[in-house]
């Protein structure tokens, strides 16, 4: 399974509907910070409840000292698998104190090499050897890199060998083809706003899973 749907603006109905319907077609789901302010972390509860066995991600946008991520880390790390930090903090007193942190409670650390947004170009793209240098030496689950920008998930692939899932976000509203990512390397494709804003999400869905294997079937023949 190679879809992860991201629910940043819908209301807690909304997104238990999307996640009890599409539970059984998708690798899992990302929960962003908009979502987490406007319903409460306790939200996480019910729609979690809605597909449990599934992959849950926070994406609380992480980049702090250990300390402060590993208590904000706390707060949702009952209701979800895996949380996203970005990889510019570094190592030291940072995303290691986290990584042990995570595992020691059984739960996964996902790091950002780049960003799906044309201006990581400007710093973010320009750090991507440092920042691999990071995720080589920390090892984490995974590694968030952009669909927007494939040659970035090549890169990351080719440096951080098959031991590390790559989900790549930026398709739909930001521009890529649903399956381009997978294409260059990608084990799992992020998508919000193209399934959450469809008038009949799970039918946006299907037709994201469906471009997803047409797409690669030309890229793998
Ligand atoms: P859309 O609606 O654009 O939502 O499909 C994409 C989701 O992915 C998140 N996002 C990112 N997260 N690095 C990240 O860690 C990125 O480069 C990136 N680009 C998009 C975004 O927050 C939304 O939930």
């Known amino acids: 399974m190679t879809l992860i749907v991201a629910i940043d603006s819908l209301s807690v109905e909304e997104a238990e509907k999307l996640a009890r319907s599409l539970c059984t077609w998708v ?6 910070l908009p979502f987490l302010l406007v319903n409460g972390v306790r939200s996480l509860s019910g729609l979690r409840g ?8 926070a994406d609380l946008k992480l980049a702090d ?6 208590l904000v880390t706390s707060s949702v790390a009952s209701y979800v698998d895996a949380v996203i930090a970005h990889g510019f903090i570094g190592v ?3 995303l290691d104190e986290l990584k ?8 996964k650390l996902i790091v950002v090499v780049s960003m799906s947004h044309p201006g990581a170009e400007e710093v973010y793209d320009k750090a991507l050897p440092s920042i691999l240098g990071v ?3 920390l090892r984490p689950w995974g590694v968030v890199a952009p669909a927007t920008r494939p040659a970035i998930i090549h890169e990351a692939r080719e440096t951080l060998g098959q031991g590390v899932k790559i989900l790549s976000p ?3 509203a930001q521009g890529a083809r649903p399956g381009e990512a997978l294409c260059a390397g990608a084990d ?4 919000g706003r193209l399934i959450t804003e469809a008038g009949d999400p799970v039918a946006s869905a299907e037709e994201v899973l469906r471009k997803q294997r047409e797409m690669l079937r030309k890229c793998r023949g």
């Open 170 to 172: 930026g398709i739909g």
């Open 65 to 70: 000292i250990g300390h402060v991520m590993k």
């Open 100 to 107: 042990e942190y995570l595992v020691s409670l059984g739960k």
């Open 188 to 191: 799992y494709e992020i998508i």
């Open 92 to 94: 030291r007193g940072a």
């Open 27 to 32: 690798a899992g789901f990302k929960v962003g």
């Open 135 to 137: 995720v080589a030496k």
């Open 50 to 57: 809605a597909c449990p066995e599934k992959l849950w991600v």
